[in-house]
């Protein structure tokens, strides 16, 4: 196993924290080659459920499935409204089309793709004849909102977090350092292979400052040209994976539904994993921008692309099955795919 311990400047955080965290993992880790599924502490949702899913932007579209629900009578339709957290703020998005069984899909895609879940957090189906007012009808048949004593630790970790640099959340945040990170390990191997030490040797601190984060204390002009380079958004790959082990926690210890508790927890295992890879280019970077040997260059090289590879698949492997393949046979499931069901409203039934 490789050693982690990340220091910052006012503060240490030493390797303990992430070693409970991996006892964690270890102790609650499924059957090897099974990886799992999305909303795994959840029951069956018998009335349906409405998810807050990236479109075209994070968070910008809102699919919703129903199922035994009443039929409209002649002239009725059946509506799906978003609302506040205190239902004071109302939008209409459409009708749903009924199949014969009573059961309907239904999604809407918010046109200039704005993150949905920073203003509403509710989803009611109402029945109402005539044109759709301002404001939910009175006759509503379905209603499910997020949890509410979980929702703003929610929020940081899907929409805004103002712990980063510049409030990017933290799942988006960890999604955009990682996939740099990657483009960047490409870099730094190419140039190993043509021989061009300046260039490996600045793309060398670039990871490793990107790993770090400007509060990091091996944030630094590793390479010696007068200049501490970061290709990221200066927050930190291992800051944004201590945001998301913070956030989870948080809403495993005050959500008031157990299978939101539960989602939480199991989005730990795979930041933890890449926590370990970053860890791991952070440090061999450092090697590599410090002046390591050529031949070693060479290796490390190899080793830095595998290891960013591990990151992003860890975080969101994009239907990539190379990277896909990285997380099954671990028993994982990416931080985007489990982020998924803290954004997912389950439906009450109101009214048949």
Same mark, same amino acid.
């Given at each position: 196993?490789?050693?982690?311990?990340?220091?910052?400047?006012?503060?240490?955080?030493?390797?303990?924290?992430?070693?409970?965290?991996?006892?964690?993992?270890?102790?609650?880790?499924?059957?090897?080659?099974?990886?799992?599924?999305?909303?795994?502490?959840?029951?069956?949702?018998?009335?349906?459920?409405?998810?807050?899913?990236?479109?075209?932007?994070?968070?910008?579209?809102?699919?919703?499935?129903?199922?035994?629900?009443?039929?409209?009578?002649?002239?009725?339709?059946?509506?799906?409204?978003?609302?506040?957290?205190?239902?004071?703020?109302?939008?209409?998005?459409?009708?749903?089309?009924?199949?014969?069984?009573?059961?309907?899909?239904?999604?809407?895609?918010?046109?200039?793709?704005?993150?949905?879940?920073?203003?509403?957090?509710?989803?009611?189906?109402?029945?109402?004849?005539?044109?759709?007012?301002?404001?939910?009808?009175?006759?509503?048949?379905?209603?499910?909102?997020?949890?509410?004593?979980?929702?703003?630790?929610?929020?940081?970790?899907?929409?805004?977090?103002?712990?980063?640099?510049?409030?990017?959340?933290?799942?988006?945040?960890?999604?955009?350092?990682?996939?740099?990170?990657?483009?960047?390990?490409?870099?730094?191997?190419?140039?190993?292979?043509?021989?061009?030490?300046?260039?490996?040797?600045?793309?060398?601190?670039?990871?490793?400052?990107?790993?770090?984060?400007?509060?990091?204390?091996?944030?630094?002009?590793?390479?010696?040209?007068?200049?501490?380079?970061?290709?990221?958004?200066?927050?930190?790959?291992?800051?944004?994976?201590?945001?998301?082990?913070?956030?989870?926690?948080?809403?495993?210890?005050?959500?008031?539904?157990?299978?939101?508790?539960?989602?939480?927890? /199991?989005?730990?295992? #795979?930041?933890?994993?890449?926590? &370990?890879?970053?860890?791991? +280019?952070?440090? =061999? $970077?450092?090697? !590599? *921008? /410090?002046?390591?040997? #050529?031949?070693?260059?060479?290796? &490390?090289?190899?080793?830095? +692309?595998?290891? =960013? $590879?591990?990151? !992003? *698949?860890?975080?969101?492997?994009?239907?990539?099955?190379?990277?896909?393949?990285?997380?099954?046979?671990?028993?994982?499931?990416?931080? !985007?795919?489990?982020?998924?069901?803290?954004?997912?409203?389950?439906?009450?039934?109101?009214?048949?």
């Amino acid at each position: 196993m490789y050693a982690v311990a990340t220091t910052y400047r006012g503060g240490v955080w030493w390797s303990s924290v992430l070693i409970a965290t991996l006892i964690v993992v270890i102790a609650a880790s499924p059957v090897a080659g099974q990886s799992i599924p999305v909303g795994a502490g959840r029951t069956h949702d018998p009335h349906g459920s409405a998810s807050l899913v990236d479109g075209q932007a994070s968070l910008d579209r809102l699919e919703v499935s129903v199922s035994a629900i009443v039929t409209p009578r002649i002239g009725d339709a059946l509506r799906v409204w978003l609302l506040s957290d205190d239902g004071t703020a109302a939008r209409y998005l459409g009708d749903l089309v009924l199949r014969a069984d009573g059961t309907a899909n239904f999604a809407w895609d918010q046109p200039a793709g704005e993150n949905l879940i920073a203003q509403y957090s509710q989803v009611v189906i109402t029945r109402e004849t005539g044109d759709a007012g301002v404001k939910p009808g009175s006759t509503v048949l379905r209603a499910g909102r997020l949890d509410v004593a979980s929702l703003a630790q929610v929020r940081r970790l899907l929409s805004r977090w103002p712990g980063s640099r510049y409030g990017v959340a933290t799942v988006p945040g960890l999604r955009q350092q990682a996939l740099i990170a990657r483009h960047q390990a490409w870099v730094l191997r190419e140039a190993a292979i043509t021989g061009d030490w300046d260039t490996v040797r600045r793309t060398a601190e670039q990871l490793v400052n990107l790993v770090e984060g400007r509060q990091g204390f091996l944030y630094a002009d590793h390479n010696g040209d007068g200049r501490a380079e970061d290709p990221g958004d200066g927050t930190g790959f291992l800051p944004y994976c201590w945001g998301a082990l913070s956030q989870t926690q948080f809403v495993y210890e005050t959500a008031k539904d157990d299978a939101i508790a539960e989602d939480a927890r /199991l989005i730990q295992l #795979p930041v933890t994993f890449a926590m &370990l890879s970053a860890a791991f +280019v952070r440090d =061999t $970077g450092r090697e !590599v *921008a /410090l002046g390591a040997s #050529p031949p070693r260059t060479r290796e &490390l090289a190899d080793h830095v +692309v595998n290891a =960013t $590879g591990y990151m !992003v *698949a860890a975080v969101d492997p994009m239907g990539n099955p190379d990277l896909e393949s990285i997380l099954a046979g671990r028993s994982l499931t990416s931080i !985007v795919d489990l982020s998924r069901a803290l954004a997912t409203v389950r439906f009450d039934e109101v009214l048949r």
